[in-house]
């Protein structure tokens, strides 16, 4: 069954580093997502990305954030300079384009660790 | 905007128990709203999904949900408690006319007492 995957599962980073998360949707996806989870708290938006452009984003997802699909498969969300308050899980997500399509499959997650 | 309230961050069943597990949103308007789990240092996973058709929703693993617009509920049920189901479950919900970003409850994490 197709699934998304992200890269790495774990990244550990000094204060004012960029960081780069990867992630593959499902092949034939044609929206995508990222989210994050700090610890202790709720899963919440950061942005959705569809016909090569951000179709929305939320108020966390400030300057420091960009999301980029650099070729058919890839689709990374950028974290200019990280701070401390950036530490949480980051899921990935995509979602089909056809009518009905609105379930968004998720990936497993990337643990980040500012320091 | 859209909201999810998980009532109960932590619910313990013993093995054999019914489960239930709640949520309640906010929206004038009934949106779609999705049952998640994620089991330890795994990503989520679709349990069931309401979209507007049946109100009584089944999913993976035994899993139902009953959508109830009177209430603004989208209660999680299991029949039998499985050691298995011990894990994290998010309750989510997004705009139907978007379909675009989903709003999450806090989670809700079920330990299955043997």
């Known amino acids: 069954e197709p699934e998304v995957t992200q890269t790495p599962s774990h990244q550990v980073t000094q204060m004012g580093q960029e960081v780069i998360l990867r992630c593959v949707p499902i092949?034939?996806?044609?929206?995508f997502y990222w989210y994050r989870q700090i610890l202790g708290q709720k899963v919440e938006f950061l942005v959705s990305?569809?016909?090569?452009?951000?179709?929305?984003k939320s108020e966390i997802f400030d300057d420091q954030f960009s999301v980029e699909r650099p070729d058919g498969s890839n689709f990374t969300l950028k974290i200019r300079s990280t701070k401390l308050e950036d530490s949480a899980m980051y899921f990935c997500?995509?979602?089909?384009?056809?009518?009905?399509?609105?379930?968004?499959?998720f990936g497993p997650g990337t643990r980040l660790l500012v320091l | 905007a859209q909201s999810v309230t998980q009532l109960g961050s932590h619910v313990s069943v013993s093995e054999g128990a019914l489960v239930l597990l709640r949520c309640n949103y906010s929206?004038?308007?009934?949106?779609?709203l999705f049952w998640y789990v994620q089991y330890p240092n795994q990503g989520l996973q679709l349990l069931l999904k309401?979209?507007?058709?049946?109100?009584l929703v089944k999913g993976i693993n035994g899993f139902e949900a009953e959508f109830k617009k009177s209430e603004t509920s989208f209660h999680l049920t299991k029949p039998s408690a499985h050691m298995s189901d011990a894990a994290e479950y998010f309750c989510?919900?997004?705009?139907?006319?978007?379909?675009?970003?989903?709003?999450f409850g806090t989670g809700t994490s079920l330990t299955v007492i043997p």
């Open positions: 997500a995509s979602k089909g384009g056809g009518r009905a399509q609105e379930t968004q499959y």
């Open positions: 092949s034939n996806h044609l929206y």
């Open positions: 990305f569809y016909n090569n452009e951000i179709s929305e």
């Open positions: 929206s004038s308007v009934p949106p779609y």
């Open positions: 309401y979209t507007s058709a049946a109100t």
């Open positions: 989510a919900v997004s705009d139907k006319d978007t379909g675009n970003q989903f709003y």
